[in-house]
């Protein structure tokens, strides 16, 4: 395995994308959607990163890359044009220990993109360490025929248990038989299947009262869906 797999919580904190064309601007959309504050350099720019740089969202600095743009950066992308200014990037930024992509040379930097599904909750990633970005991008299709937003329903209706199993009295070690039993039973397809009756019976044969849907999901299952638990 040539890469380290790691989920890196960016919100907060300070990204430069070097490069204002297509895609650069992908990268800034990416990193606005993980909550990252964005710093995009360039003489230059798509419409949407023009547009976002007018609504605030990003710092757009209408200029050549400077090396001092790195000073008080978590991470930096180099996606311009030139391959000889990705390498530069990619050189200065080594030198200061910061977490870098070079969009067309990866072996410049420390860390590459994977293909993304996004499905709320759950986030499923194709990796070919490099190797090939377009057969990525096939298995990234094909998982997004596969799982859909129901995913994200059951994950949230799970963490809602786990919440509620963390505030009771039940010991820790109760709680992993607890959700394997949920998995193995079905819940998953009683979300994909939206009948919150169906889901309240496994959710009160296998934990009890007071984990209906309603109670647990209350924007999602209420008010106009019933709660039939009766608590």
Partial sequence: MNYYPINLSIHGRPGLVVGGGAVGARKVCGLLACGAGVTVVSPDARDRIRQLAAEGQINW????????????????????????????????????????????????????????????????????????????????????????????????????????LLRSPLPAAAHKPLFEKLIRCGLLDRVRAGHPDDIDRLLREVLGPGYGCAQLLPDVYAPDQPDKQGS
């Fill in 61 to 164: 600095l209408q200029r050549d890359y400077a090396s001092h743009d790195l000073d008080g950066m978590f991470l930096v992308i180099a996606a311009t044009g030139s391959p000889q200014i990705n390498r530069r990037i990619g050189r200065d930024a080594a030198k200061h220990n910061l977490l870098c992509n070079v969009v067309d040379q990866p072996d410049l930097g420390n860390f590459i993109l994977p293909a993304v599904v996004d499905c709320g909750h759950l986030t499923l990633t194709v990796s070919t360490a490099g190797q090939s970005p377009a057969f990525a991008k096939y298995l990234k299709n094909e998982l997004q025929q596969r799982y859909g937003l129901e995913y994200d329903r059951f994950l949230a209706l799970m963490g809602a248990v786990r919440g509620k």
